[in-house]
């Protein structure tokens, strides 16, 4: 007996990504329009006591082409995964990994300390390390009479 496995919502993504490729690629005034972003990487963040780590797929970029800022409280992971070229004297190829560029958009809690955040990539794997502010204790005042 064959268990087959049914995701609905991976064909909804897929459906998403074609929809989004379709809108992007149009031609307005006769000039293409591109995208903001070709792909989008996985990311998983995680909450730690005094921390906040990012971590994104990110396998086949190379270091240089990936750019991570901070403005306003938004932090922007982006960069550009390049196409392999054809070789002639392959035979049938078959590209399923996305090339391009690429853009993520998050925003930061106010706990968040802007200046000491810090990004590394190993084995395809771009790590973000978004460290929290001191928290401010309550200072409590006695009141004295007069």
Do not use: C, Y
């Amino acid at each position: 007996m064959n268990i087959a496995r049914f995701e609905p919502w991976s064909f909804v993504d897929l459906l998403h990504r074609d929809l989004d490729r379709l809108v992007g690629a149009r031609r307005v005034g006769g000039d293409e329009q591109s995208p903001v972003a070709d792909w989008v990487p996985a990311v998983d963040i995680i909450e730690e006591k005094d921390r906040f780590v990012l971590r994104a797929d990110v396998p086949g970029v190379e270091t240089e082409d990936i750019e991570v800022a901070m403005d306003n409280g938004i932090l922007s992971v982006s960069g550009e995964r390049h196409a392999i070229a054809p070789s002639d004297d392959s035979g049938v190829q078959r590209i399923e990994r996305a090339t391009g560029r690429f853009l993520r958009r998050f925003t930061l809690p106010d706990t968040a300390n802007a200046e000491g955040i810090s990004a590394k990539t190993s084995n395809g794997i771009l790590e973000v390390v978004i460290p929290k502010a001191p928290e401010i204790q309550a200072r409590r005042i006695t009141v004295e009479a007069a």
